[in-house]
């Protein structure tokens, strides 16, 4: 098999790297370890910048989208029993769109499939080879036996726990990271939201976020422990704790209904710098991860692919050694902005959360720095800008 270029991986970053090259007229091949119905029903970020929706309308991935989602012109932040909202409609003239990344997957999925070009699902003992030769190969096995394609690049887009970024000789990578005392208990809830836009909590209980799918299905967060058992979290002590942790003075009440999913999910965040090595180029979760407080791991894996379809594009429509120009960039061009969003992450996670290390002083410090955004309009205009999206240049 001959390619361009080798998309490993079948998220939101490989798929759409895979369609915007399709428009470019760049041939790909993508490969992903599971099947099409895992990865349309696996639950994940919901929560688009307003450039993530930009450059899914503009790779014709948007019309089930625009139809569909929910437009959020801001976000409430409780504590303290009261409730404030971050009006960022009014603060920076832009919104975020509520639309799950399973449902980005299946319309991303549906245009590839429609093309007829290669879409592999189910591929084992994917390996990456010849990395930094002009040729690099990526072997493979299907029900048909063993498989080589051969490609110009390889677009390592399969996640934090993929073959691509291990198969970077050691001392290539340096990886950062940060490992935060506490997870998130998530639930999906078939229930209507109890309100129109995310809500935030701080209390003294831990954290607790109120989320939505849809107008009918709901999907809330509890702060619980990294080794957090499901077994002692009913039904009913789940909702009775979202309670308590998003209640306010004036009554708020939380819907409560059917819960279709639990689970735990680790808080950590981690780069790996530089994210290409030779013709390998690393995107989204294969090179970042982000604490999901901030809304951003799907955010940035679209705009990882954005700056990459744009530098293969160069790379192939150029002429001369100038034309390596924005792919040898490429990764300097993505932690610009991915460090930038990795602060912001880190301090709203760091804002909203409880520590067990935390003593008094820790408290009353917290509860002033979230006073302070909720009544400084400067703190508030650097809030809303940061979470529906810094530029991506």
């Given at each position: ?18 369609q ?9 091949v ?12 696996r639950?994940r ?23 569909e989602?929910?437009?959020h012109?801001g ?35 549906a ?21 930094q030769?002009?040729r ?14 051969e ?54 209980r ?25 077994e002692?979290w ?23 209904g059917?819960?279709l ?23 989204g979760?294969a ?11 799907m ?12 530098a293969?594009n160069?790379?192939y429509k ?21 460090w930038k ?53």
């Open positions: 098999m001959r390619t361009q270029v080798a998309i490993i991986g079948a998220g939101p970053a490989g798929l759409l790297l895979a915007l090259l399709h428009l470019r007229g760049i041939e790909s993508v490969l992903e370890a599971k099947s099409r119905d895992y990865i349309e029903h639950v970020a919901g929560v688009l910048e307003h450039q993530s929706v930009d450059i899914l309308n503009a790779a014709g991935a948007g019309e089930r989208m625009m139809r989602s929910l437009r012109g976000v409430e932040i409780h504590f303290s029993g009261e409730r404030h909202r971050i009006d960022f409609a009014a603060l920076v003239g832009r919104t975020v769109t509520i639309y799950g990344q399973q449902e980005v997957v299946k319309d991303l999925v245009l590839r499939v429609a093309s007829g070009l290669p879409l592999h699902f189910e591929v084992e003992e994917v390996s990456v080879h010849g990395l030769s002009d690099p190969q990526v072997r493979f096995r299907t029900a048909a036996g063993e498989q080589v394609l490609c110009d690049f390889v677009a390592g887009c399969d996640g934090f726990h993929g073959v691509c970024r291990p198969g970077i000789p050691a001392g290539a990578l340096q990886e950062l990271e940060r490992v935060y005392p506490f997870a998130w208990l998530g639930i999906l809830a078939e229930v209507p939201p109890a309100s129109d836009e995310l809500i935030y909590a701080n209390h003294e831990g954290f607790a976020l109120l989320s939505m799918r849809s107008p009918t299905v709901s999907r809330l967060y509890i702060q619980c422990e990294p080794d957090e058992a499901l002692g009913s039904d009913d002590r789940i909702w009775s704790e979202l309670q308590a942790r998003l209640a306010t003075q004036d009554g708020f009440q939380l819907a409560t059917p819960i999913q639990k689970g735990v999910t680790p808080m950590r965040s981690f780069v790996a710098e530089p994210m290409q090595y030779g013709r390998l180029f690393l995107a979760d090179a970042h991860i982000v604490p999901p407080t901030g809304a951003k791991g955010n940035l894996a679209i705009a990882d692919v954005h700056v990459l379809s744009d293969l160069h790379f150029g002429h001369g050694a100038a034309r390596r120009g924005k792919l040898d960039a490429y990764s300097a061009t993505c932690l610009r902005r991915i969003v990795q602060r912001f992450s880190w301090w709203v996670t760091t804002l909203l959360h409880r520590s067990a290390a935390d003593n008094a002083f820790d408290r009353r410090r917290q509860i002033a720095e979230l006073e302070y955004l909720v009544t400084s309009h400067a703190a508030a205009l650097t809030f809303a800008e940061n979470y529906v999206g810094l530029p991506l240049g």
